[in-house]
T-cell receptor, first 110, second 113 residues
Framework: EDQVTQSPEALRLQEGESSSLNCSYT??????LFWYRQDPGKGPEFLFT???AGEEKEKERLKATLTKKESFLHITAPKPEDSATYLCAVQEYNFNKFYFGSGTKLNVKP | DAGVTQSPTHLIKTRGQQVTLRCSPISGHKSVSWYQQVLGQGPQFIFQ???????GRGNFPDRFSARQFPNYSSELNVNALLLGDSALYLC????????????FGSGTRLTVV
């Protein structure tokens, strides 16, 4: 059973067209939920950590929110340089394991 | 400051061989994790080490092993390589406190032929 599911798999936006990426998870004890950005051929780049339902964090055009079963990454007025794969990961409390989703590949066209 | 460094960047091995991948964490970071990323998928957790002790293990066979040294660098060893072991192997480090954000290296691209 997948612990982390991201949707959509791919998203094409026009520059300035805001949207949201979804990450749903099923781990029993959540220690933290992480968002990363990954460019082709590179390692993931850390964006946010969220710990509890209701928490929100922002960075430039990105805003991450967390509920008990899912997280959203909102992208406001995206630019072409925001094009990348966005990965969500959860860390289980008891077993100290990390589970990544398959990512959402975002393409922002000028 | 240097980020997380991994070596080698690329290598090609034959089925049945053994491989050792190396990782140097950010200075001051005591936690190192290893991941396998197959093309088109998210990273799969292999191991986490903190203060030289194994703190977490993913669902990988015993052919995969790792260790962390007193200087907090780490090695990932894979024995009896299979074609399916071909992937990008990522190392990530963290201070182990605070935000728990992990900084990733650029990875080692392993191809098994």
């Amino acid at each position: 059973e997948d612990q982390v599911t991201q949707s959509p798999e791919a998203l094409r936006l026009q520059e300035g067209e805001s949207s949201s990426l979804n990450c749903s998870y099923t781990v029993s004890g959540l220690r933290g939920l992480f968002w990363y950005r990954q460019d082709p051929g590179k390692g993931p780049e850390f964006l946010f950590t969220l710990y509890s339902a209701g928490e929100e964090k922002e960075k430039e055009r990105l805003k991450a929110t967390l509920t008990k079963k899912e997280s959203f990454l909102h992208i406001t007025a995206p630019k072409p340089e925001d094009s990348a794969t966005y990965l969500c990961a959860v860390q289980e409390y008891n077993f100290n394991k990390f589970y990544f989703g398959s990512g959402t590949k975002l393409n922002v066209k000028p | 400051d240097a980020g997380v460094t991994q070596s080698p960047t690329h290598l090609i091995k034959t089925r049945g061989q053994q491989v050792t991948l190396r990782c140097s964490p950010i200075s001051g970071h005591k936690s190192v994790s290893w991941y396998q990323q197959v093309l088109g998928q998210g990273p799969q957790f292999i191991f986490q080490y903190y203060e030289k002790e194994e703190r977490g293990r993913g669902n990988f066979p015993d052919r995969f092993s790792a260790r962390q040294f007193p200087n907090y660098s780490s090695e990932l060893n894979v024995n009896a390589l299979l074609l399916g072991d071909s992937a990008l192997y990522l190392c990530a480090s963290s201070s182990g406190t605070g935000d728990y954000g992990y900084t990733f290296g650029s990875g080692t691209r392993l191809t098994v032929v």
